[in-house]
């Protein structure tokens, strides 16, 4: 009987190793494979067409479509706007992560779901919502207006916009980390002296750096690309309010396809060397982290 023991055991013990090597997804080559043919077909095969269709123009074609007067006031309008909008949800997404992360209060469920809500809501619904409020007719307008203040179909309200639909990005990337920091550390820091802001400054704020940025990356991608919620509150002046996605689509009504994709192209290469700077301090970021 006690012989026994060891053989009956075996099977059992090699079924569950077994049972324990199986994955629920296939192996690494498969998976690789169907990674790269998945990001082939909805990436880069978009992003070579551009690429492409882009070298059918002249190099002076090239730079007399992306020079244009008309192009490069859109430009500065469109990277400035985004700029902008991405530094005030840095800011204030911050600021509404921390309330719903550290504070229990009345309607919190609410306000935590009307973060989303840029999300789910069509961005020319977004648009005109935006307009109804600011215009000088509005809610909101009819009362800035006599003031000199007016924000609807300049400058200022493309900002607005882009400012409404970034700021999920920024609140939910840094969210989950302040939810994740310890607080044995803030006590740690507050018992051996150190004020709000030096605990703030010095123990919370650069364990959610990296978070800061991404969601800062995240909020500046999406506003250099938007253009339903932009378009009917900016006015769509030329050399005024008018973003570069607008030139984009009027260039495609023109049947311009070579000079659209060359400023589209202009403005991919733009994104990524500013998202591959951004990248590059998340990591430096967490090297420093690290080494401390």
């Given amino acids: 009987m006690t012989s026994a023991l060891p053989s009956a055991a075996a099977p059992a013990a090699r079924a569950g190793n077994t049972g324990a090597s199986r994955r629920v997804l296939p192996g690494f080559h498969i998976t690789l494979g169907f990674s790269i043919l998945y990001l082939s077909l909805i990436v880069l095969i978009p992003l070579s067409a551009l690429v492409f269709k882009t070298f059918t123009l002249s190099w002076e074609q090239f730079w007399v479509a992306v020079t244009a007067p008309r192009v490069m006031a859109s430009y500065r309008l469109t990277f400035g706007a985004s700029l902008i909008a991405a530094l005030v949800n840095l800011v204030f997404g911050l600021l509404v992560a921390w309330v719903l992360v550290r504070y229990k209060f009345p ?149 311009d396809f070579a000079g659209a994709t060359a400023v589209a192209l202009v403005m991919l290469v733009i994104s990524f060397l500013l998202l591959l700077v951004i990248n590059g301090l998340q990591a430096w970021q967490r090297r420093r982290g690290a080494s401390v």
């Avoid at 800035?144 to 200022?156: D, H, N, R, S, V």
């Avoid at 050399?239 to 996605?245: G, R």
């Fill in 107 to 255: 309607g919190k469920r609410i306000v935590d779901a009307l973060v989303d809500l840029p999300f789910a809501l069509p961005t020319a619904v977004a648009g005109i919502s935006l307009t109804a409020l600011l215009a000088g007719n509005g809610w909101i307008g009819q009362f800035l207006e006599p003031l000199g203040i007016k924000l609807a179909f300049t400058p200022a309200g493309v900002v607005i916009a882009l400012i409404f639909i970034g700021l999920p990005f920024v609140v939910r990337t840094v969210q989950p980390v302040l939810e994740d920091t310890e607080k044995e550390l803030e006590e740690a820091a507050t018992s051996l002296g150190a004020t709000r802001l030096q605990t703030f400054t010095k123990v919370i704020l650069p364990s959610i750096t990296p978070a800061l940025l991404t969601g800062f990356a995240m909020a500046f991608a999406r506003a250099i690309g938007e253009y339903g919620s932009v378009i009917f509150i900016a006015g769509n002046m030329p050399m005024i309010s008018e973003i570069t996605p607008l030139i984009i689509i009027g260039k495609l009504e023109q049947y």
